[in-house]
Each structure stands twice: as structure tokens, then as C-alpha cells.
């Protein structure tokens, strides 16, 4: 049966348990017709919420023999509680794809609370009103192909995402001492691609999410040619119940015509009735009990409320001014003062200026007021994105949002702003060759020579200063055209681009570049939450928990589009990176956001034609810089408006 057809079905199936699905959705008035102005001061999970979500979970997990890690997160990433099942397996396994060894690919010494946290942090971050998305969807849209299995397919558009919002991220905050505080934090292993994370909604708008493991592997699905039976998803479903995610925001957003999965399984196939679920008080210690994680919760503190988003206290609300005109919201901290007002660049007489940074992110969120989203139901929606403006040295210049844009857009709109910016210079080989190497926690204890790469990318671009002279501008869709394990991009069977594993070697656990500049870190956390040493430093390009050795990459590389180096005539000055929506978008709200700037300020610009990475031709294959929808606009029939820019 081809996969038209399996998706057809699905959705037969998914309306004929609406009824079901109906009454397990998010309550309150018009919750099926939120469209991105839902959230308000009311919404949010409070105590008892958080109770009956593990309650519902445990039941499930019980009746099943089952012994579930189960946390619950907020919409910022606050952990409010997790409960560990009394004879839940403490560590989990990463498995070896394909027998893939090295990278995380086979680690064994990972705590099950981490796991369950990033699966909550992930369905949180990656959903809005406008989509409801799952750890389902991120292992459909981060493999080799896309969709996984199909053979000659690119991979999947958010191919490296995965490796976003990590744990030495310096964006993404850390718990004060009381594990509470403005968001948003950072996800233990990164965005989880193994099924067992959901969004959790109230009223229409994501309050948080749930994540479980049982099974005691984090993979992912590597066949959505079939329905699994996951003990963790039946669990986190389970959890969700009275706080699933609209069924019209639900395996309705498609990705390059494709349907984006939600999930392999429904309410009608739990074994229980979740309203029927013990209360809370019943099974705490008799079930199981609330788990301490260093860094992450205190189970003594008990169970917490989570924040409203959008409030000041959630870490992100509206603008007071910065962008007038264009309804953006900013990050800000524990007493409500922007954590990234537009300010100067760090990097001499040439740098961008405070206003220059706060027009660019004005030009790129009215961009994307006027852009058709792509993730995003209903169709007529604009795109929702996170803007972030850097310079040479990788310091953030000016971040702001859109209201509705996903969690997760965040942190990647910095690392793609960075990246484009850190490749496009003449110090990416010196700082490369200059970072430590890494060593695997494989049988051989392979290690790891960064600059290496460095070598790679000269020898595929057939150029000996590749990296040191500054000669193109790299924007994230021509880096990741060298980071994709068979280049040309979806050509299976071909080589692979200089700064990915070959595909004998590589997994989603082990992609190249991106996750050994932050192997040393991840591994250092991991290490750090299991009481063995210091926290890493908050500098993904770091040593064991030593200090940063990358500043212009501080919270890691990206590798999917969404951003353009910034420049003044020909000389580099910065980066724009833009994440939230379908990468095509991102890519146009970057270019056209720059290019409009520009046009008001007369100081700045993309880089000059002659200069982009499209010029250059490896293997006989022409590099990507950007490329932008063909008619991406709302009530406009204009097409082709990244052309001749």
C-alpha cells in the first residue's frame, strides 16, 4: 500500500474517533478556532492539572505492566513535576541505526528523567495554535529522507534540529535555586525524535507538554509506512487526556505535501478510560514518587504551576516598543528587563548599529506578517517566527518574535544567524582547527579531530583557503547542502557533504560537525546530572564542562535554512537567522527582511551576488543560498520576490 494511500486512511481513522478525540481535546470556548491570540493570563497548568496528567498516565502505565519516567512541562520549558514509577529502568539506551556505532549512537549511561523531559520539552517547543506537533513529527522531519524510507527524497526540512536548545546553550535559560523562574530553558538531550512527547493544551493554546519513557530505548521511527503500538506514546496519550491538542491542529499541517504525523495511535487503543484514573493522592508513593534531577527539579519543592505564556513571568511577552507595527514579543528575565534590546556590534568600525539591528528584525517580522505560513493552520494564516540579529563575534545584537511562534524557533533562530555568519568569515578554519577534540563512548573510544573537517570542506570545494579567506557568503541552506550525508541532498548512494559522517557512519545521533562541536558538553551534562562533576559552560564549543573555545557558535550549529550573513558592501558585519515556520519561509523572511532593511536604512545588504555560495559548483553540483516560495504571499499574487535581490 504506497503512503498516499496510508495517509488518506489515517485521516478516515482520525474522523471517525473524533468524537472520542472531541471530548479528550483542550475545553473552554471557541478552542477549536484558536489561530494565534488564545493564550492569556488564565491559561496555564496549575497544580492539580499537572497531578491528573500523571495520574492518567500512571493508570495507563499500570494497567499495561508498564513502569513509565513521566515529566510534565510548561509552555517555556519549566519542569512541574516528574514521577518515576517505582522499578522504572533508571538509564536508557540510544540505539545503533543501521548498527551505527559512535556519536550518542549505543550510549547507555543516560538518566530515564532526562529523556522523559526533553520528550515534554519537545512537544511543547515545537507546537502553537497554529500546529500541534509531536516527537513523532520531529523523527519524521529530521532523517536522511523525507519522508523516512523513501529512497532519493532530501532529507527532512528540519533535518539537524534535533540538536537545538541544548544544554549549554546561552540562550536558553537554567533553573534559579528554587527550580522555577522566565523562560525559556533548555532541553536536557535536546528536541527528542522518539515517539512518547506531547503538547498539552488548554482553551485552544499549548500550556506545556508531557514526556514518558518505559521501553527504555530513545530512538526513533525509522518506518512511517506503518502504525506502532509505542508503550511510550500509549502512556503519554494516556497523560494528555482533557489536554490533547485540537484535533483540527493534528495530522492536518502538511510538509511538502506530505502529513506531518502526530502520532500512530489514539485514545480508542489506551486500555484504560483516563477519567477513570486514580486521583493523584492515591499513587503517589504507592505507585511511584517525585524524582530529583539536578539542574532540572526538586522533588522536595513538589509538584509547580506553570506560567502563563505571554506574561511576563513566562519569560516572553509583548513588545514595549522596540517594533512598533509589527506585534513582537521579546524574551525577558526574572524581573521582567529585555534580555536583548537592540544594541552595537562588538566588532569595530565597521560593526551594525543599534538601530541597524532593530530595523532588521522589524523588516523581518513584517515580512512574516505578510507571508503565508506554511506549518500553520488555517491556511490563510501569516507566518509565526523568531527573529535574531548577531555579529562577527556571534553576540546578539536584538531577538524578537512573532506571538505565536514555536518554542523552539528560539534558540534555532540564533544558531542559524550564528552559523551563516561564522561560515561566511575568514576565522571559521582557525577556530575549527582550535576546538578540542572529542572522544566517543564507543567499544574503540574513537576519537574525534574537528579540524578535520576543515580539511574535508577544502578538499569538496577544491579550494585550499576554504574557511580562512571570507572569499563567500554561506547562508544555513548552502551549509547544510555540505552537511547532509549524501550530496547532492536525497541522492542516496552518493558521497557525503564534507561536514557529515558518511552514511555507513551516520544516524540522527551522530551527524557530523553539528553535534562533535557539542559532543564534549551533552556528554559533560549528562555526567553533571548523574552527580559526577560541574555543569558545562554556557558555550556548546566547550571541553567536559571547561569553557567555550567558539564564542561565534556559542549555543551550537545549525544546518537546516533560515538565515544570510549580513553585509556592509562587501565586508561581513553580521547574520540574520529566522525559525518557526516551513524553511522556505524562513528563508525569505531572512533574505527579504535583510534586503528590506536595507532599503530603509541605505547602509547595509545581502551579500553581493558575485560573493554567495551559489557561485560555487562542488563535485559539478551548484551550492543553495536561499530559496524562497514561489507566490508566498497573503492577498498578494506576487511571485518570485526573492529574484534579482
Keep these: 500500500m504506497n503512503r498516499f494511500v496510508i495517509g488518506l486512511l489515517s485521516l478516515l481513522l482520525l474522523s471517525c474517533s473524533s468524537g472520542e478525540q472531541k471530548s479528550a481535546e483542550g475545553t473552554g470556548v471557541g478552542a477549536a478556532d484558536c489561530a494565534g491570540r488564545c493564550a492569556s493570563a488564565s491559561t496555564f497548568l496549575s497544580i492539580a492539572d499537572v497531578q491528573r496528567i500523571i495520574a492518567q498516565a500512571v493508570n495507563e502505565a499500570s494497567a499495561r505492566g508498564a513502569r513509565a519516567t513521566i515529566a510534565v512541562t510548561d509552555r517555556v520549558g519549566n519542569v512541574l513535576g516528574v514521577f518515576r514509577m517505582t522499578g522504572a529502568a533508571p538509564d536508557i539506551t540510544i540505539p545503533t541505526p543501521r548498527g551505527v556505532t559512535g556519536g550518542l549512537n549505543g550510549i547507555t549511561i543516560i538518566p530515564d528523567t532526562m529523556a522523559a523531559i526533553s520528550k515534554a520539552v519537545t512537544g511543547a517547543y515545537l507546537s502553537s495554535e497554529g500546529n500541534a506537533f509531536s516527537t513523532r513529527t520531529a523523527s519524521q522531519i529530521v532523517q536522511e529522507n523525507f519522508n523516512p524510507g523513501e529512497i532519493g527524497q532530501p532529507a527532512g526540512p528540519l533535518f539537524g534540529v534535533q540538536f537545538s536548545n541544548l544544554a549549554c546553550s546561552d540562550l536558553n535559560n537554567r533553573f534559579p535555586a528554587n527550580g522555577f523562574g522566565a523562560g525559556p530553558f533548555r532541553s536536557p538531550l535536546g528536541l527528542a525524535a522518539?515517539?512518547?512527547?506531547?503538547?498539552?493544551?488548554?482553551?485552544?493554546?499549548?500550556?506545556?507538554?508531557?514526556?514518558?519513557?518505559?521501553?527504555?530505548?530513545?530512538?526513533?521511527?525509522?518506518?512511517?509506512?506503518?502504525?506502532?503500538?509505542?508503550?511510550?506514546?500509549?502512556?503519554?496519550?494516556?497523560?494528555s487526556y482533557s489536554f490533547a491538542a485540537p484535533i483540527n491542529r493534528r495530522e492536518r499541517v502538511t510538509l511538502d505535501g506530505k502529513i506531518a504525523r502526530f502520532s500512530d495511535i489514539d485514545f480508542d487503543d489506551l486500555v484504560t478510560h483516563p477519567p477513570n484514573a486514580p486521583g493523584y493522592a492515591s499513587i503517589i508513593g504507592v505507585s511511584g514518587l517525585l524524582a530529583d534531577i539536578p539542574a532540572y527539579f526538586l522533588a522536595a519543592g513538589g509538584i509547580l504551576t506553570g506560567t502563563a505564556f505571554g506574561q511576563s513571568a513566562s519569560g516572553i511577552r509583548p513588545d514595549s516598543g522596540n517594533y512598533p507595527g509589527a506585534d513582537a514579543f521579546?524574551?525577558?528575565?526574572?524581573?521582567?528587563?529585555?534580555?536583548?534590546?537592540?544594541?552595537?556590534?562588538?566588532?569595530?568600525?565597521?560593526?551594525?548599529?543599534?538601530?541597524?539591528?532593530?530595523?532588521?528584525?522589524?523588516?523581518?517580522?513584517?515580512?512574516?506578517?505578510?507571508?503565508?505560513?506554511?506549518?500553520?493552520?488555517?491556511?490563510?494564516s501569516p507566518a509565526q517566527v523568531s527573529v535574531s540579529i548577531v555579529d562577527t563575534n556571534g553576540v546578539v545584537l536584538a531577538q524578537a518574535r512573532t506571538r505565536d511562534a514555536p518554542i523552539f524557533g528560539t534558540d534555532v533562530s540564533l544558531q542559524k544567524a550564528r552559523t551563516?555568519?561564522?561560515?561566511?568569515?575568514?576565522?571559521?578554519?582557525?577556530?575549527?582547527?582550535?576546538?578540542?577534540?572529542?572522544?566517543?563512548?564507543?567499544?574503540?573510544?574513537?576519537?574525534?579531530?574537528?579540524?578535520?573537517?576543515?580539511?574535508?570542506?577544502?578538499?569538496?570545494?577544491?579550494?585550499?583557503?576554504?574557511?580562512?579567506?571570507?572569499?563567500?557568503?554561506?547562508?544555513?541552506?548552502?551549509?547544510?547542502?555540505?552537511?547532509?550525508?549524501?550530496?547532492?541532498?536525497?541522492?542516496n548512494g552518493n558521497v557525503n557533504g564534507p561536514f557529515s559522517k558518511p552514511y555507513s557512519a551516520w544516524s540522527p545521533f551522530s551527524t557530523g560537525l553539528q553535534l562533535d562541536l557539542a559532543f564534549n558538553q551533552l556528554v559533560g551534562h549528562v555526567v553533571h546530572v548523574r552527580g559526577g562533576g560541574a555543569d558545562p559552560d554556557q558555550n556548546c564549543t566547550g571541553n567536559f564542562g571547561g569553557p567555550g573555545t567558539i564564542g561565534q557558535l556559542a549555543n551550537g550549529l545549525q544546518i537546516f535554512p533560515g538565515s544570510v550573513p549580513i553585509y556592509r558592501g562587501n565586508t561581513l558585519v553580521g547574520g540574520i537567522g529566522v525559525s518557526g515556520d516551513g524553511v522556505d519561509q524562513d528563508d525569505m523572511i531572512a533574505f527579504l527582511g535583510l534586503h528590506e532593511a536595507g532599503q530603509v536604512l541605505g547602509t547595509i545588504n545581502n551579500a553581493p551576488p558575485g560573493m554567495r555560495a551559489d557561485q560555487l559548483q562542488p563535485q559539478g553540483t551548484r551550492l543553495r543560498f536561499v530559496q524562497c516560495p514561489q507566490s508566498p504571499y497573503l492577498n498578494s499574487s506576487a511571485a518570485q520576490v526573492c529574484d534579482g535581490k
Design 420 to 491: 551563516a555568519t561564522f561560515f561566511s568569515s575568514a576565522n571559521a578554519a582557525a577556530a575549527l582547527i582550535g576546538a578540542p577534540s572529542v572522544t566517543y563512548l564507543d567499544a574503540a573510544g574513537t576519537t574525534i579531530t574537528i579540524g578535520d573537517y576543515v580539511t574535508a570542506a577544502r578538499s569538496f570545494l577544491g579550494s585550499p583557503t576554504a574557511l580562512a579567506d571570507g572569499a563567500f557568503a554561506f547562508a544555513d541552506r548552502s551549509g547544510g547542502n555540505l552537511s547532509r550525508p549524501f550530496f547532492p541532498d536525497g541522492l
Design 330 to 380: 521579546v524574551l525577558v528575565d526574572n524581573t521582567n528587563a529585555v534580555r536583548y534590546p537592540p544594541i552595537a556590534g562588538s566588532d569595530g568600525a565597521n560593526a551594525l548599529t543599534a538601530n541597524e539591528a532593530r530595523q532588521l528584525v522589524r523588516s523581518a517580522l513584517v515580512v512574516a506578517k505578510r507571508a503565508r505560513a506554511q506549518i500553520r493552520l488555517p491556511l490563510s
Design 194 to 239: 522518539d515517539p512518547g512527547g506531547f503538547p498539552l493544551y488548554k482553551q485552544g493554546t499549548p500550556v506545556g507538554g508531557i514526556g514518558v519513557i518505559a521501553d527504555g530505548v530513545y530512538g526513533l521511527d525509522e518506518n512511517v509506512g506503518d502504525r506502532d503500538q509505542d508503550l511510550d506514546e500509549l502512556i503519554a496519550m494516556a497523560g
